[in-house]
């Protein structure tokens, strides 16, 4: 089945604790993206990345960290969690090919509580 | 850059009434777009896209959406709810030159009996 896989699904940490969120997709999708969901604020982008080792910053990067060694793996990483960054995480992928766009697809979400 | 504002935070509906869904967005250059839809608990799922053609485009599970170049918006309507339909539902928009998609605030559609 084709899918985008977070991990976890839930996670409560504590201030300062460094913590990865993985996510990976069996598509050979090119493209990746990391959103936060926020009440009345949508979805933001955190990262993308074009391909492999191509990655940059969408609107809110400032705390996260992320890479992309692999085409299947984008994992965000928070080196040192703050509270306000307590939030419902999607990864997405989709599909380059020429200037079409077919969408994105999201995996499950994480939702993450840092106290 | 490009935005996406959508007019109605909460659309309470009635089983069986129609709906509709408003969005507008801006944006400098040529765009795709597209609405999500997020069930309780779950990841979003692409409702329906507009790429190019024909400016009505339609979903299998009965909502359509209508591209409005002159008035920059691309509203969601279905004629007749159901009680599954309840969800959040979102707009989102991409340039057609690159792939960041940018997302309206949602709206929360609640369908009572």
């Known amino acids: 089945e084709a899918q985008v896989t977070q991990n976890p699904r839930y996670l409560i940490t504590v201030t300062g604790k460094k913590l990865t969120v993985t996510c990976s997709q069996n598509m050979n999708h090119e493209y990746m993206s990391w959103y936060r969901q926020d009440p009345g604020l949508g979805l933001r982008q955190i990262y993308y990345?074009?391909?492999?080792?191509?990655?940059d910053k969408g609107d809110v990067p400032e705390g996260y960290k992320v890479s992309r060694k692999e085409k299947r793996n984008f994992p965000l990483i928070l080196e040192s969690p703050s509270p306000n960054q307590t939030s419902l995480y999607f990864c997405?992928?989709?599909?380059?090919?020429?200037?079409?766009?077919?969408?994105?697809?999201f995996g499950s979400g994480t939702r993450l509580t840092v106290v | 850059a490009q935005s996406v504002t959508q007019l109605d935070s909460q659309v309470p509906v009635f089983e069986e009434a129609p709906v509709e869904l408003r969005c507008n967005y801006s944006?400098?250059?040529?765009?795709?777009l597209f609405w999500y839809v997020q069930y309780p608990n779950q990841g979003l799922q692409l409702l329906l896209k507009?790429?190019?053609?024909?400016?009505l485009v339609k979903s299998i599970n009965g909502f359509e959406a209508e591209f409005n170049k002159s008035q920059t918006s691309f509203h969601l309507r279905k004629p007749s709810v159901h009680i599954s339909d309840t969800a959040e539902y979102f707009c989102a928009v991409t340039p057609t030159n690159d792939y960041k998609l940018s997302f309206g605030a949602g709206t929360t559609v609640t369908v009572r009996a």
């Open positions: 507009y790429l190019s053609g024909s400016t």
């Open positions: 944006s400098s250059v040529s765009v795709y």
């Open positions: 990345s074009m391909n492999v080792e191509v990655t």
């Open positions: 997405a992928s989709s599909l380059s090919r020429g200037r079409l766009n077919y969408g994105y697809t």
